[in-house]
């Protein structure tokens, strides 16, 4: 018994001292950010609205300030609430906050492989490369711009086969959207009738509705139980399989094809480079991270673009005030007879408010895509571990009561001066800031202003209930705001 006691004893004794050693060595390098105190497996989310996490993480940031950690289940998060944080972060730390933290749904779906949730050396040549590569094949230049010309071309005349009939204009959006970004990675357009392109469509839209289900938002909390309780996410995650499976026979397709002296699309060109970089065993130029940085290019160049068209059809139905007017700038400027073009956009200053007000008050992602510290970090006095998970929030920035007056309503006055001409605002970040801006923010920009544009031009928007009725507010999802449906009517000028 003693011999048994002693033991116990030394035992407590080198658990003291290891707890000791590590409280010392925290205490030395800083504090970490405060936050609510969190219950072991299930974190924070009984302090929290797991439905509505920016609001929770605004009422957080009035209690805890603009730096404070809280736990979604097990998994330990910095929340940077305020334009002053997030810029200091991204921007004047950008090196230290350039890592990509991973949400458990994100993680399974894209396995760290691809440019958005990659890391280290990997990301840096694949995003390098991605750049310099779709910008070989337009992607921000005159020959993109006659691209997204013609493809609106075609959805203007498929809205007037609509014969006026109310409808929801979501897929004609995304099949317009969509074939931009096929043209520059796979090479080509699909025709608006093809099975094989509706189906893969079909399969897109099915998983922006099922990411508002109960059960998926959960995912991220509960990623472990969740694998093995059926439900939406189960189908989400076989969706996203198929996609998967798309663009990778598409890259099977162009390996057989392959002519290296005249490459067609972005996939032949990582081709190239993967046969450039044969001999090095350390290459990042894989089957694997062109198949996963394909479907990332795809996804994002499809998703984001028309998802903030649909918000904003749905928004400017509601004012037809604001269409007018809209269409009085379209008409003075562009006129009936020819294509929008990206010059037009500086002589149209209410038509460009509108369109940066619809992407401020959307706010499509308010949490950001998520960040790491690829370092341990001091930040404002605060430690932060090295590969902690960061929540840049674009929610505060984009709403911020001091910057827009009256952030949670619409209102183009946001982006305008007093004599009606453009005003820029440092708080617009919808396609985040730093390292981690999104790599096709010149192209999402070109293709919303030329297809709204061209819609307007060609189209009045008639609702199917009162006006006023309209419920314009986003739908919220542990990752991206998300429009309601609706129906409308296009009816030709």
């Known amino acids: 018994m003693e011999v048994l006691g002693g033991t116990t004893i030394f035992l407590l004794v080198c658990i003291l001292c290891l707890l000791f050693a590590t409280w010392r060595s925290r205490s030395q390098k800083g504090k970490e950010p405060p936050g609510p105190t969190a219950f072991p497996i299930i974190g924070n989310l009984l302090q929290i609205n797991s439905w509505n996490l920016p609001e929770s993480f605004k009422e957080l940031s009035e209690k805890y300030g603009p730096i404070f950690t809280v736990h979604l289940g097990p998994q330990k998060v910095v929340v940077l609430y305020g334009y002053d944080v997030v810029k200091e972060a991204l921007i004047d730390q950008g090196d230290d906050f350039s890592g990509r933290g991973s949400l458990p749904l994100i993680k399974k779906l894209f396995q760290g492989t691809g440019i958005v949730t990659s890391n280290g050396e990997t990301w840096k040549q694949l995003r390098r490369f991605a750049i310099t590569t779709l910008r070989d094949f337009g992607m921000g230049k005159r020959g993109i711009e006659e691209r997204i010309q013609e493809e609106a071309h075609f959805l203007v005349e498929r809205l007037k086969n609509t014969h006026e009939r109310p409808l929801d204009p979501g897929n004609f959006l995304v099949h317009a959207v969509s074939n931009i970004i096929c043209s520059i990675i796979f090479g080509d357009r699909f025709d608006y009738e093809d099975e094989k392109f509706l189906t893969l469509i079909d399969w897109i839209e099915e998983n922006n509705r099922l990411q508002t289900a109960i059960q998926t938002q959960l995912y991220n909390f509960f990623p472990t139980l969740m694998d093995y309780l059926p439900g939406p996410h189960q189908r989400l995650i076989k969706n996203f399989e198929k996609v998967d499976k798309f663009t ?20 032949d060109s990582f081709l190239n480079k993967m046969e450039q970089e044969k001999g090095n065993d350390d290459s990042k130029f894989t089957t694997e991270t062109l198949s996963r940085t394909t479907l990332d290019l795809f996804l994002a160049g499809t998703g984001t673009t028309s998802i903030t068209l649909r918000f904003a059809i749905l928004i400017l139905h509601k004012y037809p005030e604001i269409v007018e007017k809209m269409q009085k700038e379209i008409d003075s400027v562009i006129g009936r007879d020819r294509s929008p073009c990206m010059s037009d956009r500086s002589q149209m200053p209410f038509t460009d408010a509108v369109i940066h007000e619809v992407q401020r008050y959307i706010d499509f992602l308010p949490l950001n895509v998520p960040h790491a510290v690829i370092r341990d970090t001091t930040f404002r006095g605060y430690f932060i571990p090295k590969d902690t998970m960061i929540f840049p929030m ?44 999104c790599a096709g923010e010149g192209l999402a920009r070109m293709e919303i202003f030329i297809f709204l544009t061209s819609i307007l031009q060609n189209f009045t928007l008639k609702p199917v209930m009162d006006h006023k009725d309209i419920d314009i507010s986003p739908v919220i999802t542990s990752m991206a705001s998300l429009p309601r449906h609706y129906d409308v009517s296009f009816v030709p000028r």
Not at 257 to 263: K, R, S
Not at 394 to 421: C, I, M, R, W
């Open 248 to 267: 990778t026979d598409i890259v099977m397709e162009h390996q057989k094809t392959l002519d290296p002296t005249c490459p067609r699309d972005f996939i």
């Open 394 to 437: 674009l929610s505060s920035v984009l709403h911020d009561s001091k910057e827009f007056p009256n952030p949670e309503k619409f209102d183009p006055g946001h982006f305008l001066n007093a004599d009606g001409t453009f005003k820029k605002s440092d708080y617009f970040l919808p396609f985040s800031t730093g390292k981690r801006v």
